[in-house]
């Protein structure tokens, strides 16, 4: 059960009760030991041209990663990266296992708990048959395991794909497959091939499932803006007066790049920037693309800027050899590293940057109201700034969003819960074009009507984020 949480006095998103959290080394103090962690280490980047953070879990799939004005505010944000990565598997999570949404559905009950997958967009035959495609497709009558999330909205109990619910899950770890597996099955392959876009975790569950909420709003956003292919509206550097997202824009500039910051925002009334690095110096790297979501315009600007300054200024380990191939033959775009490689080629300059041109607007003529009409809605409280979130999802037609309470005992032990937000129809992050997951999202194809994309068959261009 969602209940109210006093806000911060400095923060209508963040609990109150959480703000030890984020102290310098508190929990570096408790939580970093290289002998037996849970984590090992933390190091700092030097070559970074500001303070960027990392922190090191066993067995974890990434670093958590931090960028601030200070390395001792990095700090804790990047050891609670490292804990949103801990919330991709199910550690304590109950699963139905392989069962398919048919078999669901004649149940008592059934088609009102589970949410049919063709609603979280669907793979091409030809995706599928792809020797890079890593999923496969998915009917009404594909067994599959699901966890259990409740509706945002009334609270009752829904069914989700475990894959989506969990970015990290593997069949193989399931008790079926085990057993099969045992009999000379080969492995499962993934019905879904997710990322960790919507993975948060926060002070409080409220708190992680507002975040949550952002993230997938600036994922979204970012997707139909980059595949609609029109000119976004631009807000102009004069009119940015916040000191350290004026430092990156100088930072930028300095190796030879020019920061456009797009207004990406679409029907989900969320403030996204799309920061677009161009290269006015040399043709190679031509582009570097990143987005950044927030409460507060200003914090959602910083987001998209610690991002794409840093690939702006970074020394290449890759050259143009590595990424050239994928110019003649887009399915060779697999990994998350090849979207950006691709669009770092001058050959696919005039494709992402087919956004620009719009018209010039203030930073709070974008984003006009905000933060005030937020906070003025929340009253104080993380439950009522999530309820209005959710508000602006349901103004977009996405009314039906499942909570995944992912918080496990090590989230617990130190005053954190994690979440993941599963909404059916939304635009999902997918890395690789044969892993894009765009068919059959008719908000996404209502978008593309009359744009570029609107006259192609998915999966469209591969997109330009990092």
Not at 6 to 34: E, M, Q, T
Not at 86 to 99: N, T, Y
Not at 189 to 199: A, D, F, P, W
Not at 424 to 433: D, L, N
Request: hydrophobic fraction near 45%; charge should be negative; include cysteine.
């Amino acid at each position: 059960a969602l209940r109210p949480r006093p806000a911060a006095a400095d923060n209508p998103g963040r609990a109150a009760a959480g703000a030890g959290l984020v102290r310098p080394g508190a929990l570096r103090s408790r939580l970093v030991d290289p002998r037996f962690g849970p984590v090992l280490a933390q190091q700092r980047e030097l070559l970074a041209p500001f303070a960027m953070s990392m922190a090191l879990q066993p067995d974890a799939v990434a670093l958590g990663y931090a960028r601030e004005t200070t390395f001792a505010r990095a700090d804790p944000i990047a050891i609670l990266e490292v804990y949103e990565r801990l919330s991709g598997f199910p550690h304590q999570a109950p699963l139905v296992e392989g069962v398919s949404y048919a078999e669901l559905v004649r149940t008592e009950g059934g088609a009102e708990v589970a949410i049919r997958p063709a609603e979280f967009g669907e793979y091409t035959e030809e995706q599928a048959a792809r020797p890079t495609a890593r999923i496969e497709r998915v009917t009404d009558d594909t067994p599959m395991d699901w966890a259990w999330g409740h509706d945002l909205a009334d609270g009752r109990p829904r069914l989700v794909p475990a894959e989506l619910a969990f970015f990290q899950y593997d069949y193989r770890y399931g008790r079926q497959q085990r057993a099969a597996r045992r009999h000379g099955a080969p492995p499962r392959r993934h019905l879904y091939q997710e990322s960790s876009s919507g993975c948060a975790v926060g002070s409080c569950l409220e708190e992680a499932a507002l975040y949550s909420l952002l993230e997938l709003a600036e994922r979204d956003a970012f997707l139909i803006s980059f595949h609609r292919a029109l000119p976004l509206p631009e807000i102009t550097h004069s009119s940015i007066t916040d000191p350290v997202a004026r430092g990156l824009l100088a930072t930028a500039a300095s190796r030879g790049f020019r920061v456009h910051l797009l207004r990406a925002t679409q029907d989900i009334d969320l403030p996204v920037v799309w920061a677009m690095a161009v290269n006015t110096r040399a043709p190679f790297p031509a582009t570097f693309s990143a987005a950044g979501s927030g409460i507060d315009p200003v914090s959602a600007l910083r987001g998209a800027l610690w991002e794409v300054t840093q690939m702006a200024t970074e020394r290449l380990t890759w050259d143009r050899s590595d990424a050239e191939p994928m110019l003649a033959d887009p399915w060779l775009v697999d990994e998350m590293d090849d979207h950006l490689r691709l669009y770092a080629l001058p050959e696919m300059k005039e494709r992402v940057t087919a956004v620009l041109g719009g018209p010039e607007m203030s930073l709070s003529e974008a984003f006009e109201g905000w933060p005030d009409r937020l906070e003025q809605a929340a009253g104080g409280d993380v439950l009522g700034a999530l309820d209005y979130v959710r508000g602006r999802y349901a103004d977009a037609g996405l009314d039906r969003i499942v909570l995944v309470d992912s918080t496990t005992r090590d989230h617990a032990d130190i005053g954190l819960a994690a979440a993941r937000a599963v909404v059916p129809g939304i635009v999902p992050m997918c890395f690789g074009q044969a892993q894009q997951r765009v068919a059959g999202l008719p908000r996404l194809e209502a978008a593309l009507v009359g744009t570029p994309s609107g006259k192609l068959s998915p999966p469209y261009d591969p997109h330009a984020f990092p």
